[in-house]
């Protein structure tokens, strides 16, 4: 009967003890989804985001104009369907619907990336503390705690004094360098907790590794409480992105970021409000959005509090 | 208690030492030097002047020299703004950063607590799911959007306040920046008290206490409220770290001559001294703050002391 329960090449003591939480596993997915679908906020959330994403992958092709074009006879105009400068342009001319996609595109690449290294990060740093235990758990989160006590900007400025300027592929890893503390928490408090139960102890006593347990059996039954916290990082990466860059130490010109956008914005709002208000429409929706999601999954797949 | 504050309070300065020590290092470890812009610099004078700030030294002696410094409080020079030394810069911002900073923690404490006390009380009405819905708003609208908003209709639009700037004993100048800053905290805060009053609520000390007859306000004030502050407690340290973050974003919105700039503008002139004395001011704030909302949160729950 093990045989049947998918990819657990051990002994049967080892794969029967995983055999049980597999199992509900499958029946916690599609009860999870069924969950989701019912949540109004969370859906609505999910179709603004897929929505916006395709809109900035596909929609400068749509515009007549390029995103550093300099458009000399429409420099300041608010949005008009004339000269195709849907969102208005910047008092360089260029179009902001064009800037705006493409500082969207950047948000969410920056966002999806940086939590991929954060996840990454955070998941082994936390299942190895959580697992392994003792001292070298004292001394891992021992250095969670005293990074976390600083403020993320300076570990990202004293990060950035260390390579050239506005590189995105830095900046990911920057920001993604800093955001794994809190998933190393919540990781080491979920191995710490399954580290007690009977088919770690199966795993033992049949003599698996320690790597391979963690890859094997903790890391898997981990996903649940992880997916709830990447959908909460994201939109974090994302603000963060566009914190530095409003601050002029993340993306550059003639690049375009929503924090960089709304920064110009904030600048002209005496005569050229739309300039603030575009960006910072798109960059708040996209965060409450990412935010009503992962409440939303986390209504789905951790039952006990609704 | 008072071994419990001796642990915490021998706790502090280690990792202060750490912080300024890995930071020192990591900082020099960067490729191109504070007077590297300036291309017009014959190498003979900028030799001169590396050696007159003491950067030709080894990285050793450069390090004991500045911990020797930071002893009996000197920064050292600022690279870039000359004629002023790093602690002159720090001594004339800081006043105005800590202001906004301590005003927006509490401002947010004295908000956010009743308000999210409120929603746990009136559960699922309509004042419960208004001030949930403007949680949630106040944590998704980052501060660099909320600020220029404020100072659109406040400052543009109705008139009422200052768009931006400062003049001393103005306080007119600060409400915005403050209220900027307050706002997501609050936000969270508010959030962190309704969730965890809403708990205490439903335990049995409270039932036991509604049991005994009770009035409901002596219920929450003397027996719910208290466990139910310890998440917010200890949310202070991260709200702290939060603070300091976002001064950055509202002394830049606002045009408030804070310490905030320096350490943006000392990170991209790479002024060494500038960055490195920023960081240890703000990161012996971040930790003392952390300390307070340590000592607080032993005083407030007994059982943390004994772990």
Known sequence: MAGSIRGCGMNSVASTAVATPRVAERGLWSDAWRRLRRNRAAMVALIWILLVAVLAVVGPYFSPHPFDELDWDHMGVPPQMEAAH?????????????????????????????????????????????????????????????????????????????????????????????????????????????????????????????????????????????IIYVTLTIPQMILFESFLSFLGLGVQEPLASLGSLINEGAQEMESAVWMLLVPATFLVTLLMSFNFLGDGLRDALDPRDA | MLRYALQRISGVIPTLFVIITASFFIIRLAPGGPFDEEQTLPPEIKANLEAAYGLDQPLLVQYGRYMRGLLVGDFGPSFKFKDFSVTELIAQGLPISLTIGLAAVLLAMLVGIPLGALAALRRNTASDYGIMGFAVLGIALPGFVIGPLFALIFGLYLGVLPVAGYESGQPQYLV????TLALPVIAYIARLTRGSLLEVLRSNFVRTARAKGLSPMRVLFRHALRPALLPVVSYLGPA????????????????????????????????????????????????????????????????????
């Open chain 2, 176 to 179: 915005l920046p403050i209220v």
């Open chain 1, 86 to 226: 849907w969102l208005g342009t910047d008092r360089l001319g260029r179009d902001l619907f064009v800037r705006t996609m493409y500082g969207v595109r950047i948000s969410l690449q920056i966002g999806l990336l940086a939590t991929f290294v954060s996840l990454l990060i955070g998941v082994v740093w936390g299942a190895t503390a959580g697992y392994v235990g003792g001292r070298i758990d004292h001394w891992m989160m021992r250095f969670v705690d005293v990074l976390y006590a600083l403020p993320y900007i300076f570990i990202v400025i004293i990060l950035s004094t260390l390579f050239e300027r506005g590189n995105i592929f830095v900046l990911f890893f920057a920001i993604g360098a800093v955001g794994w503390l809190t998933m190393a928490r919540i990781v080491r408090g979920q191995a710490l907790s399954l580290k007690r139960r009977e088919f770690i102890e199966a795993a033992l006593a049949s003599g698996v590794s320690t790597p391979a347990i963690l890859a094997r059996h903790i890391v898997p039954n981990l996903i649940g409480p992880v």
């Open chain 2, 240 to 307: 702290t770290a939060f603070v300091v973050t976002g001064s950055l974003v509202v002394e830049s919105v606002f045009g408030l001559p804070g310490t905030g700039r320096y350490l943006v503008q000392g990170a991209i002139n790479r002024d060494y001294t500038l960055v490195m004395g920023m960081i240890v001011v703000y990161g012996a704030i971040t930790l003392l703050c952390n300390l307070i909302a340590d000592l607080l949160y032993g005083w407030l729950d007994p059982r943390v002391r004994y772990e």
